[in-house]
């Protein structure tokens, strides 16, 4: 007989604990993305970011000059990298069109 009453008692426990979380979620929940990004600060962050691939494609000289500065040292950062991937990205494009006679 005990042991029913244990196991009843664990399930009525786990039931108003899981009502109990669906109830306060809304409080203990994180607050949305599309909250944070209606503010100014998170507007004034996405200024400071590094430029992407899209830019340097469609700059492609700004870009070699900047993996040229890169690779002296003179210029850091992550916009390194995306210079690169974009020099990378519009090289195997004019490959692409030599091999296929475009």
Not at 45 to 52: E, F, Q
Request: proline residues 3%.
């Amino acid at each position: 007989m005990s042991h029913s009453k244990t196991i009843i008692i664990v399930l009525v426990n786990l039931a108003i604990g899981f009502a109990g979380g669906f109830a306060l979620r809304p409080l203990i929940a994180p607050i949305p993305q599309a909250r944070i990004t209606a503010t100014g600060a998170a507007v004034a962050k996405a200024s400071d970011d590094a430029r992407g691939t899209q830019y340097f494609v469609a700059h492609i000289d700004e870009a070699r000059q900047l993996v040229a500065g890169c690779r002296d040292g003179s210029v850091r950062g992550g916009e390194c990298a995306t210079a690169e991937e974009a020099i990378i990205k519009v090289d195997a494009q004019d490959r692409r069109r030599r091999f296929l006679g475009n």
